[in-house]
């Protein structure tokens, strides 16, 4: 069992910058990709960024140019850069780490889930 432990969530104005990390108990080689997602008050979660073990990225369309995904293999720890940030990206935020293999289990994939940490943007 692999924990994924978030930090550095907190309330910034906008315009301002926060630094996610989320790091595994374990090493993370072996996961297909890992992400951030976020979830909204009475909203469903939503991607906000993945990296594969390759290095590929993708970003939601409210965050591309603004926030940067990085992994680093060594310290088994993903990063989540968040520059110019709006009130609306005020949510909690998750880090995921998809299995290898990535299979539905109820109505789920089977990944592991941080905790998730906490980003207020005031206006």
């Known amino acids: 069992q692999v924990q994924l432990v978030e930090s550095g969530g907190g309330l910034v104005q906008a315009g301002g910058s926060l630094r996610l990390s989320c790091a595994a108990s374990?090493?993370?080689?072996?996961?297909?990709?890992m992400g951030w997602y976020r979830q909204a008050p009475g909203k469903q979660r939503e991607l906000v960024a993945r990296?594969?073990?390759?290095?590929?990225?993708n970003y939601a369309d409210s965050v591309k140019g603004r926030f940067t995904i990085s992994r680093d293999n060594a310290k088994s720890t993903v990063y989540l850069q968040m520059n110019s940030l709006k009130p609306e990206d005020t949510a909690v935020y998750y880090c995921?780490?998809?299995?290898?293999?990535?299979?539905?289990?109820?109505?789920?994939?089977?990944?592991?889930w941080g905790q998730g940490t906490q980003v207020t943007v005031s206006s």
């Open positions: 374990g090493s993370i080689f072996g996961f297909n990709a």
């Open positions: 990296i594969t073990s390759g290095g590929r990225t």
């Open positions: 995921n780490a998809e299995r290898v293999p990535r299979l539905v289990v109820g109505s789920q994939w089977n990944d592991y």
